[in-house]
């Protein structure tokens, strides 16, 4: 009888599936990849070794910049209350227009005078004109009012309020915007800083360790 | 690696008539596979990278009696000012005249010694920024608290005499 002759199979693969597979996932993740949106205020924020990721829901974000302005975005899901609460607070009538153009902004950093020229303008326009900032000062504290509003938009939920500092940004500035929310009762808040490694051999370190193999152990 | 699939052909030729050879028209895609996966890798791990971290930070209430007021021992006080150009003025107990000048990096030795020397309970840091400090100043001495796991310690202003006289020194001392 004649045997059939065994085939030396191949030890190659082919590779032109994993190659699709491969090419997918990465035209996947380049395309879902949010940019950075190009900020046009530019800051750039202090390292701490704080670990905790900055809060992305329900935030109110107060950005101070290095010439010592104040920026003020939030959450698109709270605009529109914050918005209303600020009218009301301040006697002020907002068109169905101006909310739209509000809600499409990204950030707020003019006075209330020129609110709604500012929602207006695009982004290209943004970067052409120098921002005057939101005024914090004791005569005028639109910042405050701003906080008030965003307080009373979400009575009852967890707002998240943030910090986001330049590095050269003056202390006295810091100092007025947290006053700021403590006349709102606001005594918690989350500072913006870049992720630094803890130094080895300080105490933090040393308890971090220790939390780590009992952690382990256990 | 490159794969030359040669089918054995079923019927011969001719002794004389030599075969020719079939090249493959595969190619090895194992680099390009590689390729793939080291761009991906890449992009998800600076992605997840960029994201900032928050420092938690909590202030006391403002209070108007002054009985309310925290009280510290004078022998467990360690009082940092945060001066202009990156400097830290600092002085122990209760008497400014006694101020020392260091720096940022310097300052975890200052801070660590006090610690050692004092019981837990009586510690307390006191930080007073001035005005010509900066945010990343105030960012970096509370980042100190926590790497040197200080739990008692409170943000002020300095007084008037103690502007006056971190004034004085920077004029001496020719800070800009």
Redesign the interface.
Known sequence: MARAKIKRGSTTVDMTAMCDVAFLLLTFFILAAKFKPSSAIEVTTPSSVSNKHAPQKDYFNVTINKNNQVFIDMDDGMKEDVLDELAKERNLTFSPADIKAFKQATFVGVPLSQLNQFTRLDADQLKKITLPGVPYDSTNNELQAWITAAVNANLGKKTNFLIKGDDAAKYPTFSAVIDAFKKNDIYKYNLITNAEDVPPGTELYKKNMEGKMSGGTK | ?A?M?VKSSGHKKGPGVKKSKKQSTRV???P??DL??L??TF??FT?TM?????????????TKNPDDNTKVKESGSLTLM?GKGNVIYYYFGNDPSKMQTTGYKAV?QII?DKKKSTPAEDLFLIIK????????????I??EM????ISRYAMV?PTPDEYDKIQQTEKSGGVQ
């Open positions: 690696m794969e699939e090895d895609l194992t390009m596979v793939g996966f761009l991906i992009f998800i992605t960029s994201q900032p971290t928050s420092m938690n930070l909590s202030m006391p209430k403002d945060l975890r660590l920024p001035d005005k010509d400090a900066t945010y990343k100043n105030a960012v970096d509370l980042d926590n790497i040197d796991d202003d």
